[in-house]
């Protein structure tokens, strides 16, 4: 018997209908600078080296061989392993975003997934709480008010400096102390909790939360503001020089892995990929299971006394 609500098709005739995805026909300079205009996470400044190097080049014609001797030349001129890895990962994600929005051409794959990464140092910065706390009282005597508050968010949520930089008011939730987060890097939507501390500021300092309006937007309308400048001035005021944003990011993973929390929560927690935070974290988990253990050897000596 047919299925009511089922249509019959002649799926050869379907296929052949179907629009061949052709690709925009972009430049990797213009790829380069509509991928900037929709992120703030500092790949405009690693994406100027490709644009210079290819810029009015295709897009898509630029191959993995072209790449590879472009990073071999940085790695002659002095640039760390971890700064090539990091400018072809900036490049890789702008192939993803052009990817995911149809702009290239059907079954084309971005040329730095062929590009070995290079073996680098895992950098890891230790940050005091008492450091992050100067960081949080300093930061609320900036001119512009809605520094403290970013500020402030870094630390209790651990975020990606885009993850801040590109909300808009109809993502927060104050009433529950949360921020939605609808995309990451890893793809999957998360939400990002702050202290009842910050809330307070965030209620003081924004008096007006249009539903639509960016909660750091800068002096060009619907473009969020970067906050590089006074970061620099933070951080050396307080004895911190050097101390990136991203730092802040590691600085809540450890605490979550010293209080306890595995690391696949906490990679949750952080929207990151389990893999990359076990490498650079896996040694505080192993820390935390094994003060556990202790604190359970302990209990039980207790109760045989």
């Known amino acids: 018997?047919?299925?009511?609500?089922?249509?019959?098709?002649?799926?050869?005739?379907?296929?052949?209908?179907?629009?061949?995805?052709?690709?925009?026909?972009?430049?990797?300079?213009?790829?380069?600078?509509?991928?900037?205009?929709?992120?703030?996470?500092?790949?405009?400044l690693r994406l100027?080296?490709?644009?210079?190097?290819?810029g009015s080049q295709s897009?898509?014609?630029?191959?993995?061989?072209?790449?590879?001797?472009?990073?071999?030349?940085?790695?002659?001129?002095?640039?760390?392993?971890?700064?090539?890895?990091?400018?072809?990962?900036?490049l890789g994600s702008a192939y993803r975003w052009a990817k995911a929005r149809r702009l290239t051409p059907r079954g084309f794959k971005s040329p730095t997934l062929g590009v070995g990464r290079f073996e680098e140092p895992i950098r890891?910065?230790?940050?005091?709480?008492?450091?992050?706390?100067?960081?949080?009282?300093?930061?609320?005597?900036?001119?512009?008010?809605?520094?403290?508050?970013?500020?402030?968010?870094?630390?209790?949520?651990g975020a990606r400096k885009s993850e801040l930089l590109e909300r808009v008011w109809a993502d927060v939730r104050l009433a529950d102390r949360e921020i939605l987060v609808p995309t990451t890097k890893t793809g999957h939507p998360r939400?990002?909790?702050?202290?009842?501390?910050?809330?307070?500021?965030?209620r003081r300092v924004f008096a007006r939360r249009e539903p639509a309006a960016l909660l750091f937007e800068g002096h060009v309308p619907g473009q969020p503001i970067d906050y590089r400048r006074p970061w620099g001035i933070l951080t050396k005021d307080v004895g911190l020089a050097g101390l990136r944003m991203h730092d802040v990011r590691h600085a809540a993973a450890a605490s979550l892995l010293g209080a306890g929390?595995?690391?696949?929560?906490?990679?949750?927690?952080?929207?990151?990929?389990?893999a990359v935070l076990a490498r650079r974290?896996?040694?505080?988990?192993?820390q935390a299971l094994k003060s556990a253990q202790e604190r359970a050897w302990n209990r039980g000596l207790n109760k045989a006394s």
């Not at 100027?48 to 290819?54: G, L």
């Not at 595995?262 to 927690?269: K, P």
């Not at 974290?281 to 192993?286: A, N, P, S």
């Open 48 to 54: 100027r080296k490709w644009i210079a190097a290819f």
């Open 1 to 44: 018997m047919r299925q009511s609500g089922k249509l019959a098709i002649d799926l050869a005739s379907a296929i052949k209908a179907v629009s061949v995805q052709e690709g925009t026909e972009l430049t990797l300079a213009e790829l380069a600078s509509a991928f900037n205009s929709a992120h703030l996470d500092g790949s405009d």
């Open 59 to 90: 897009a898509w014609s630029i191959t993995s061989e072209q790449l590879e001797l472009a990073a071999a030349a940085m790695l002659e001129h002095g640039y760390a392993p971890a700064s090539v890895n990091r400018d072809l990962s900036s």
């Open 281 to 286: 974290c896996g040694h505080l988990e192993t």
């Open 124 to 157: 890891r910065v230790h940050v005091e709480p008492q450091d992050l706390e100067k960081l949080r009282v300093r930061a609320l005597a900036f001119p512009d008010r809605r520094f403290g508050v970013f500020v402030s968010l870094l630390i209790d949520t």
């Open 191 to 202: 939400v990002l909790f702050f202290t009842e501390r910050t809330d307070q500021l965030v």
């Open 261 to 274: 929390v595995t690391l696949a929560v906490a990679a949750q927690v952080l929207g990151h990929d389990p």
